[in-house]
Antibody, heavy 121, light 108 residues
């Protein structure tokens, strides 16, 4: 069965950095785009970034562009999000989600359980 | 960027009633690439509907989606107690992907 398990969240000071990881299993990881989506406390969902199956295509939300870097290691079935210059407004639960297959459009059909990032002094 | 606006923000209904949730897009959604998710407190969202009207695996047939272009609807034909949750629409036809702000379906 498909499983996505995030890790790496925690408390960080404004201006600090954090690296999130997502371990995938139960499907051919290298066939799928992957995304990060976040949810601030009590708020709605905000898509953050996606990376294509090969890693050659990457897209970011304007709110994180230039500060966050998405990457993947298909040999390790893992997705990453490097978050730098963190701000209070980055406080959220961060979910990794399985995105579209490489060859057609599909929404997020599997999500991890989420990892909480808190940016506070 | 396509802005999605959901209405109403809160919907108060009783079990057994019919729920109709709306999602309007600021511009046409490519190929009806519109999805609906259900989220319960403390849990990740669950995919209900994709391509505007296709039910995801394991989703009961009381959930249905319709619409095209800029106007989309999620209908729950007869509410069960477990259906009370927050619902989000999302477009995945163009980057950046965007979500609506959510509709909270609460027990009346």
């Amino acid at each position: 069965q498909v499983q996505l398990v995030e890790s790496g969240g925690g408390l960080v000071k404004p201006g600090g950095s954090l690296r999130l990881s997502c371990a995938a299993s139960g499907f051919t990881f290298s066939d799928y785009y992957m995304s990060w989506i976040r949810q601030a406390p009590g708020k709605g969902l905000e898509w953050v970034s996606y990376i294509s199956s090969s890693g050659s295509t990457i897209y970011y939300a304007d709110s994180v562009k230039g500060r966050f870097t998405i990457s993947r290691d298909n040999a390790k079935n893992s997705l990453y999000l490097q978050m730098n210059s963190l701000r209070a407004e980055d406080t959220a639960v961060y979910y990794c989600a399985r995105d579209r297959p490489w060859n057609y459009a599909k929404p997020f059909d599997y999500w991890g359980q989420g990892t909480l990032v808190t940016v506070s002094s | 960027e396509i802005v999605l606006t959901q209405s109403p923000a809160t919907l108060s209904l009783s079990p057994g009633e019919r729920a109709t949730l709306s999602c309007g897009a600021s511009q046409s959604v490519s190929s009806s690439y519109l999805a609906w998710y259900q989220q319960k407190p403390g849990l990740a969202p669950r995919l209900l509907i994709y391509d505007a009207s296709s039910r995801a695996t394991g989703i009961p047939d009381r959930f249905s989606g319709s619409g095209s272009g800029t106007d989309f609807t999620l209908t729950i034909s007869r509410l069960e107690p477990e259906d009370f949750a927050v619902y989000y629409c999302q477009q995945y036809g163009s980057s950046p992907y965007t979500f609506g702000q959510g509709t909270k379906l609460e027990i009346k």
